[in-house]
């Protein structure tokens, strides 16, 4: 029997475009991203780049996908290529070790999970296919807001819409909350979410499910949407409808040039459903136009 070809598009992009091309290749239909720079195994293209491997399901995928990078990225140079057999896989392990996610929360991966000092929790997480290592800034930047308003949600139940890996859900159990709901409508990352609940002794704390929030029954003190600015556009109702009052709503997945937009489209979804939400801080890494932002809202008590 043949071996199995996996198909890839590479792309060499400058260092501050990492994020926004990585989650564009999502969009685009991509498996998973591996990022080759200065600082891992398989070296990058030098000083300031850093080389983007996705891998895609078919060929005709890969190839759409660099087609998309030509027409709206022509300065980037993209190459559609094939891997045979499986060691493609496991290739993100070799560059996958335990780091802070946050002050108080470790994320490690199973094969190799260290002791953490008395006040620090850890989170074993595999993320397989399914996006959300905590790599990620904007992950990063949720589990940072998470951590900071964990007394809001204490004892309480979350929404983790696009969950991925399960990693948001997690880390709000781990920081206090009763239970969980993670949705995603991918259900390969349902299925790698529910592995990573069983590792972490959480899975009876929190339900899995592949769909979308319209199958969700209930509110949630936290409502965490880690997705992407368009899609957060057309889920304003949604989400909003989702969010206690008194709760919060966490949104990401939006470059900074995009965060007025998003705040203009969920303050006025919120006025038409008579259900008002106040701004109560965005995070952000970087200070250039395309990095990345948390929003928080609020939903007011007596809405």
Not at 59 to 65: F, K, L, P, V
Not at 129 to 148: I, K, N
């Amino acid at each position: 029997m043949a071996a199995a070809r996996f198909p890839f598009v590479q792309v060499d992009v400058p260092e501050g475009r990492v994020d926004d091309i990585g989650a564009q290749l999502f969009v685009l239909g991509a498996q998973g991203v591996e990022v080759r720079d200065e600082t891992t195994l398989d070296r990058g293209p030098g000083p300031g780049q850093v080389r983007l491997v996705a891998t895609f399901g078919t060929r005709a995928g890969a190839e759409a996908g660099r087609q998309w990078l030509g027409a709206h990225e022509p300065d980037l140079v993209t190459v559609v290529d094939e891997l045979c057999g499986d060691e493609w896989r496991d290739k993100y392990k070799e560059h996958f070790a335990p780091f802070a996610l946050t002050p108080s929360v470790t994320v490690a991966p199973p094969w190799d999970v260290p002791e953490v000092p008395p006040g620090i929790c850890r989170l074993v997480l595999d993320p397989g296919r399914a996006f959300g290592t905590g790599l990620h800034a904007t992950t990063a930047l949720v589990a940072a807001q998470l951590e900071a308003r964990a007394a809001a949600f204490a004892g309480q139940a979350v929404l983790d819409v696009g969950t991925g890996s399960g990693i948001l859900a997690l880390l709000a159990l781990r920081l206090g909350a009763s239970a969980a709901v993670g949705i995603d409508t991918d259900p390969e990352a349902v299925a790698v979410a529910r592995e990573n609940a069983t590792r972490n002794d959480l899975a009876a704390a929190v339900t899995l499910d592949s769909g979308g929030v319209d199958a969700v029954a209930g509110s949630f003190a936290v409502v965490i949407a880690n997705i992407q600015t368009a899609v957060l556009v057309t889920l304003a109702d949604e989400l909003i409808g989702r969010v206690q009052p008194g709760g919060l709503l966490l949104l990401s997945g939006v470059l900074a040039e995009e965060e007025d937009e998003l705040r203009e489209v969920y303050q006025g979804a919120a006025a038409r459903l008579e259900t008002p939400l106040d701004h109560l801080g965005t995070s952000r890494r970087g200070d250039g136009p395309e990095d990345w932002v948390a929003l928080c809202f609020g939903r007011s008590t007596g809405s």
